[in-house]
């Protein structure tokens, strides 16, 4: 018998212990046991982490939409599968069973198929936290069409980059979205990424918030009539193991986003194994993270993990804060959540409101609180532990990235002793190392290092979309035969992982990955920009905030520093959106940089982190004399 689902802490170092010495035995046991499959594999594994090549139940067939609902149809059909929370409180919430789900699946693969999407098509999906987010995730899944879900917080020149990437062939968004007491204009900004997106054939439009919308003939379809139309049944593709299911872009240290690209039956069978083990998820539960779907969080544990288990998922359509900062709360007692999966920056602004918001509110359901993004600080953690899960809910800090698919390093609930700040023990079949600058793996504990995945698990990324040269530089180059994560971290004495954050030319903002480059690239379309590098601080809530230095082509004492604030991340607005605004921006004079014309991040590192006693050396730089000037005139 399999080990689906670990209870206590001696099974689990059992079977990681098994995990680690019979990768190919007890991945082919999970698998085999508690998934659906057209055809069972020739091979579980075969893997190269040179060229590299990863490939997990090698001659497999299945679908994961029958893995998702139809297995649940005959024991689960009248159990909510989606259970959807309106922005507006007033507004009803949704239950949507998994008869239901299966139908509209069914519905809306029936539209795609007629709008002309075949199998191994690629089809965006921008579109606010609402049902049919979910459901045309699902339906491209059904059919074979590989989905590019680009979270509906990215701006019209984002989109279309991402679109044009990936040769999409269809748009699914709505006329517009409700965030707190806003709307935004989605469809909009559809149609100015448009401009730019030739290979588009169709848009189909939700209609979520009525407002008025341009529609062009031929091109723009109200998805509810269509639906209306299209019949309840659709024959599931069958799809091999390889076959990819969704793109997702992610944010690289330089040059445009990276199309990572997850494939049909590993990422399937690790979603679902985390979930159940990570959230200790029982029948009955009600699941909630609230991540967005345009990000792999919700990829993995709104959509594809809970719902590969029949568990009841919950999706927000709105935001912590609206009416007031006790909505997550207000949630959680009227849904019964069990268990519950934020962000830190989310914990920290709440946090910082108060415990007023949490008293009068009923969160006794709560079993398991989650983490997810960046590092979680000590004060963040135990506000979390102490006023959400009153010191009886097990805090699981969870590390991962779009990359990896699912969970890798984290507490197992009620099995793993949590330990604030530590995301603790590798989960089942994974195998870190930590590296040290001259590429050797550093043994033992209390160490610290780069981290990295010494052998393939199932959810791991498979290649970025048309670029497997980059995938190799990018992941497989730094450490000889190792994934090479971005990330650094320490082993304490017994063992147990602690992130320190990336490495790289990343920066996490409120959870989001944000690389410097495409930041820089922007800035430097200003007219009057002549270079810019931006570092990270940190910041309260959000963790890190940017912090932009940036030189302008004439001295620039002529103009108004703050319109050209104002005027750059304007620039950055349009080019990726709000997340990638700069906190603070100083204008200089030049950039300290290395004789041989690299800008020197780690001075300006400091200096915006303000720590000017420790620049280090800087005797060997180009231009020494400009540290002092940015020192003097740094924005504290
Ligand atoms: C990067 C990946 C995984 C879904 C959300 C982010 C950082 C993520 C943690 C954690 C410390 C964390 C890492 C990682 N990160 N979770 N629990 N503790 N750091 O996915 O956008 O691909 O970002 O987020 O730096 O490399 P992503």
Same mark, same amino acid.
């Not at 206590?8 to 085999?32: C, D, G, M, T």
């Not at 040179?50 to 297995?71: H, M, S, V, Y």
């Given at each position: 018998?399999?080990?689906?689902?670990?209870?206590?802490?001696?099974?689990?170092?059992?079977?990681?212990?098994?995990?680690?010495?019979?990768?190919?035995?007890?991945?082919?046991?999970?698998?085999?046991?508690?998934?659906?499959?057209?055809k069972?594999?020739d091979?579980?594994?075969?893997?190269?982490?040179?060229?590299?090549?990863?490939?997990?139940?090698?001659?497999?067939?299945?679908?994961?939409?029958?893995?998702?609902?139809?297995?649940?149809?005959?024991?689960?059909?009248?159990?909510?599968?989606?259970?959807?929370?309106?922005?507006?409180?007033?507004?009803?919430a949704?239950?949507?069973?998994?008869?239901?789900?299966?139908?509209?699946?069914?519905?809306?693969?029936?539209?795609?198929?007629?709008?002309?999407?075949?199998?191994?098509?690629?089809v965006?999906?921008?579109?606010?936290?609402?049902?049919?987010?979910?459901?045309?995730?699902?339906?491209?899944?059904r059919?074979?069409?590989?989905?590019?879900?680009?979270?509906?917080?990215?701006s019209?020149?984002?989109?279309?980059?991402?679109?044009?990437?990936?040769?999409?062939?269809?748009?699914v968004?709505?006329?517009?979205?409700?965030?707190?007491?806003?709307t935004?204009?989605?469809?909009?900004?559809?149609?100015?990424?448009?401009?730019?997106?030739?290979?588009?054939?169709?848009?189909?439009?939700?209609?979520?918030?009525?407002?008025?919308?341009?529609?062009?003939?031929?091109?723009?379809?109200?998805?509810q009539?269509?639906?209306?139309?299209?019949s309840?049944?659709?024959?599931?593709?069958?799809?091999?193991?390889?076959?990819?299911?969704?793109?997702?872009?992610?944010?690289?240290?330089?040059?445009?986003?990276?199309?990572?690209?997850h494939?049909?039956?590993?990422?399937?069978?690790?979603?679902?194994?985390t979930?159940?083990?990570?959230?200790q998820?029982?029948?009955?539960?009600?699941?909630?993270?609230?991540?967005?779907?345009?990000?792999?969080?919700?990829? #993995?544990?709104?959509?594809y993990?809970?719902?590969?288990?029949?568990?009841?998922?919950?999706?927000?359509?709105?935001?912590?804060?609206?009416?007031?900062?006790?909505?997550f709360?207000?949630?959680?007692?009227?849904?019964?959540?069990?268990?519950?999966?934020?962000?830190?920056?989310?914990?920290?602004?709440?946090?910082?409101?108060?415990?007023?918001?949490?008293?009068?509110?009923?969160? #006794?359901?709560i079993?398991?609180?989650?983490?997810v993004?960046?590092?979680i600080?000590?004060?963040?953690?135990?506000?979390?532990?102490?006023?959400?899960?009153?010191?009886?809910a097990?805090?699981?800090?969870?590390?991962?990235?779009?990359?990896?698919?699912g969970?890798?390093?984290?507490?197992?609930?009620?099995?793993?002793?949590?330990?604030?700040?530590?995301?603790?023990?590798?989960?089942?079949?994974?195998?870190?190392?930590?590296?040290?600058?001259?590429?050797?793996?550093?043994?033992g504990?209390?160490?610290?290092?780069?981290?990295?995945?010494?052998?393939?698990?199932?959810?791991m990324?498979?290649?970025?979309?048309?670029?497997h040269?980059?995938?190799?530089?990018t992941?497989?180059?730094?450490?000889?035969?190792?994934y090479?994560?971005?990330?650094?971290?320490?082993?304490?004495?017994?063992?147990?992982?602690?992130?320190?954050?990336r490495?790289?030319?990343?920066?996490i903002?409120?959870?989001?990955?944000?690389?410097?480059?495409?930041?820089?690239d922007?800035?430097?379309?200003?007219?009057?920009? #002549?270079?810019?590098?931006?570092?990270?601080?940190?910041?309260?809530?959000?963790?890190?905030?940017?912090?932009?230095?940036?030189?302008?082509?004439d001295?620039?004492?002529?103009?108004?520093?703050?319109?050209?604030?104002?005027?750059?991340?304007?620039?950055?607005? /349009?080019?990726?959106?709000?997340?990638?605004?700069?906190?603070?921006?100083?204008?200089?004079?030049?950039?300290?940089?290395?004789?041989?014309?690299?800008?020197m991040?780690r001075?300006?590192?400091?200096?915006?982190?303000?720590?000017?006693?420790?620049?280090?050396?800087?005797?060997?730089?180009?231009?020494? /004399?400009?540290?002092?000037?940015?020192?003097?005139?740094?924005?504290?």
């Open positions: 018998m399999s080990h689906y689902h670990i209870k206590h802490l001696e099974e689990y170092y059992q079977v990681y212990r098994k995990s680690v010495r019979n990768p190919e035995i007890f991945w082919e046991e999970i698998a085999e046991e508690h998934f659906l499959w057209r069972k594999w091979k579980v594994l075969d893997w190269n982490f040179e060229t590299p090549e990863i490939k997990w139940f090698e001659g497999a067939q299945l679908n994961i939409t029958e893995n998702c609902i139809d297995r649940h149809l005959a024991t689960r059909g009248n159990k909510t599968a989606l259970l959807f929370e309106p922005n507006d409180p007033t507004e009803a949704q239950h949507i069973t998994f008869q239901e789900l299966s139908e509209r699946v069914n519905k809306m693969a029936n539209v795609l198929k007629a709008k002309g999407v075949t199998k191994g098509d690629r965006c999906i921008y579109l606010p936290m609402i049902p049919e987010l979910a459901v045309s995730v699902l339906a491209c899944a059919i074979g069409a590989i989905h590019s879900v680009v979270f509906a917080g990215f019209a020149n984002a989109l279309a980059s991402r679109i044009n990437d990936s040769d999409c062939k269809l748009v968004t709505s006329d517009g979205s409700f965030r707190g007491e806003k935004i204009d989605l469809k909009g900004i559809v149609d100015n990424a448009l401009e730019d997106c030739p290979g588009i054939e169709a848009v189909l439009v939700v209609n979520r918030i009525a407002s008025e919308v341009q529609m062009k003939d031929g091109m723009d379809h109200w998805l009539p269509l639906l209306d139309e299209a309840a049944e659709c024959q599931a593709e069958v799809m091999a193991a390889e076959d990819p299911l969704f793109i997702l872009y992610t944010s690289g240290s330089t040059g445009k986003p990276k199309g990572i690209v494939t049909t039956a590993g990422y399937m069978v690790y979603t679902a194994y979930f159940k083990n990570i959230f998820y029982r029948e009955n539960d009600v699941f909630w993270c609230t991540a967005d779907i345009g990000w792999i969080t919700g990829h #993995s544990y709104i959509v993990g809970p719902l590969c288990n029949g568990a009841t998922t919950v999706m927000f359509e709105g935001v912590p804060s609206y009416p007031d900062y006790g909505r709360w207000d949630i959680v007692e009227k849904h019964k959540v069990t268990q519950f999966y934020t962000a830190p920056t989310a914990i920290r602004a709440l946090a910082k409101e108060g415990v007023a918001h949490l008293q009068n509110r009923d969160l #006794s359901s079993k398991v609180l989650g983490s993004g960046e590092p600080n000590e004060e963040a953690w135990h506000w979390y532990d102490d006023n959400v899960g009153k010191r009886k097990p805090i699981v800090d969870t590390w991962w990235q779009t990359e990896t698919g969970i890798m390093i984290s507490p197992i609930p009620f099995v793993t002793p949590t330990k604030p700040t530590y995301a603790t023990l590798p989960f089942i079949g994974i195998q870190p190392a930590l590296m040290d600058e001259q590429g050797e793996e550093i043994k504990n209390q160490v610290d290092g780069r981290l990295c995945i010494k052998f393939p698990w199932p959810g990324l498979r290649t970025i979309w048309r670029n040269e980059r995938f190799k530089d992941y497989f180059s730094a450490y000889k035969g190792m090479f994560t971005g990330d650094g971290a320490l082993r304490d004495e017994v063992g147990y992982y602690r992130i320190t954050g490495v790289d030319d990343v920066i903002v409120s959870g989001h990955n944000l690389g410097t480059a495409p930041i820089e922007a800035i430097n379309e200003h007219p009057a920009v #002549s270079e810019s590098a931006i570092v990270g601080f940190p910041h309260d809530i959000k963790g890190n905030a940017l912090y932009g230095y940036v030189t302008l082509k001295s620039g004492e002529s103009r108004d520093h703050n319109n050209l604030r104002k005027e750059i991340n304007q620039i950055i607005t /349009e080019q990726i959106g709000p997340i990638a605004k700069l906190e603070k921006i100083q204008f200089t004079n030049a950039l300290p940089k290395t004789r041989s014309g690299k800008i991040r001075i300006l590192r400091k200096i915006a982190q303000g720590e000017f006693d420790d620049l280090g050396d800087t005797s060997t730089l180009l231009n020494p /004399e400009v540290v002092e000037e940015i020192s003097k005139n740094a924005i504290v």
